[in-house]
């Protein structure tokens, strides 16, 4: 089995009786330490001592997130100072109830010190284990909470600088692993974090900051996709920012058309060079879709609509060359005369969408249901064009 085209290597050679104790040893260890956790936190023993056990059992096995909220609950009681009133919060106030303690009694300055170091020194706890499990959620969801807590009790401008450090790091462990969803998902959250009011630069005077970082991302996207095509993830992150994107540039209709046709350059580039990829096809496919609406221009006349499925169609059957084993082709071919003939009621493009589908057959046996299925739709659909023709709809039983 592979992951992201990585094969997963394991052992499977017997194992040796000595192996077997020294594992059942390993497990013993593990359940006495589980134990001992468990039986501080009932005893509410929220100390440093309590915080050291859960990193000793989280580096064993990141996956238990209970002890991740054993973590946090140490944390919160005995380690943080509480948090100002005024300071604005990224989450449910909720999330963030802590006892009062004698940190409380420390000055703004000492208490703002102490909960950044205790911050800093998680997230650094963090990083080698995000190394080791880069798809642990638990891991991922902890380091996002150390950083709600800094914009809850820090002030702003050292907040905001640990959010953008945070940039930095996913960056790096994108470029580890480019597909890493967790890796793209944190990044949008972290951007996100960065472009609201609490974390907002202050103006100077009546400067107003433009807090947006769309521009910047879009640009992130285009350096990951040259990097790798099949990366669905930073394609997906670039659909989600060009509306956004056209909108903070006021673009006008001939614009948005502009932009449109850049992007089908780009992604027929892509397409010319690898066809088999799923994640290019994914993409033109989103973008065949935007054609006929407000984001990228007026609305289409069905003239402009016809000729526009007309190029593409041509353009897509040009890959074949070279390429004729190539599944996506054909469905592509397939999907876009199928919409081109609710315009155009044509008999050509029937007997063209059954050659596609004759294809799919062999290429894809897996789903031939679904080829058969379309099949019968196209042959019942042509047969009602006929008979509405020939004014005979509705004599059929």
């Known amino acids: 089995m592979a992951s992201h085209g990585v094969p997963r290597i394991g052992s499977r050679a017997t ?43 989280l ?6 997130y209970t002890i991740w909220n054993h973590r946090r609950r140490v944390l919160l009681h005995e380690l943080f ?9 990224v989450a449910d106030p909720s999330l963030f109830q802590t006892s009062t303690s004698p940190s409380t009694s420390l000055s703004e300055g000492t208490a703002a010190t102490t909960c950044l170091s205790l911050i800093r020194a998680d997230l650094l706890f963090l990083v080698p284990l995000l190394r080791e ?7 991922w ?12 009790r820090l002030p702003r401008t050292v907040a905001r600088e640990l959010w953008q450090e945070e940039l930095g790091l996913v960056g790096k462990m994108l470029a580890r692993d ?7 998902s944190y990044r949008r959250t972290v951007v996100e974090q960065l472009e609201s009011g609490a974390l907002a630069p202050e103006a100077r005077g009546e400067e107003r900051v433009n807090d947006s970082m769309a521009e910047e991302e879009y640009a992130y996207t285009t ?12 394609w997906h992150n670039r659909s989600k920012l060009i509306p956004r994107l056209l909108d903070e540039r006021r673009a006008d209709e001939r614009a948005r058309r502009k932009f449109l046709d850049d992007e089908f350059e780009l992604i027929i580039q892509a397409l010319y060079t690898d066809p088999y990829d799923q994640s290019v096809w994914f993409y033109h496919e989103w973008l065949m879709t935007c054609y006929n609406t407000l984001t990228f221009r007026r609305q289409a006349t069905a003239t402009e609509e016809s000729q526009h499925l007309k190029s593409q169609l041509e353009t897509i059957s040009d890959l074949l060359d070279g390429a004729e084993d190539c599944k996506w082709i054909y469905e592509a071919l397939l999907r876009y005369t ?7 009621s044509e008999e050509r493009s029937v007997d063209q969408a059954k050659e596609w589908l004759e294809q799919l057959k062999k290429l894809d046996p897996l789903r031939r249901g679904r080829w058969d299925d379309i099949e019968r739709t196209l042959t019942k659909d042509a047969r009602s064009s006929c008979q509405r023709l020939h004014g005979l709809e509705g004599l059929e039983t």
């Not at 969801?141 to 807590?149: G, I």
Request: positive net charge; charged residues 30%; hydrophobic residues 30%.
């Open 178 to 184: 480019s597909r890493n969803f967790h890796g793209w």
């Open 133 to 139: 499990f880069p798809k642990c959620y638990w891991i």
């Open 81 to 89: 100072p509480e948090p100002k009133p005024t300071s604005p919060s």
């Open 338 to 344: 199928m919409i081109l003939r609710q315009t155009e």
């Open 15 to 57: 194992k040796t009786e000595e192996v077997r104790q020294k594992e059942r040893e390993k497990i013993k260890k593990y359940r006495e330490l589980v134990d001992v956790v468990q039986q501080k936190i009932a005893d509410r023993q929220y100390t440093r001592e309590a915080l050291d056990l859960t990193s000793k059992l």
């Open 59 to 64: 580096k064993l096995n990141p996956e238990y």
């Open 223 to 234: 350096r990951m996709i040259r990097t790798s095509l099949s990366n669905f993830s930073a």
């Open 141 to 152: 969801n902890h380091r996002l909470w150390l950083l709600q807590q800094a914009t809850l």
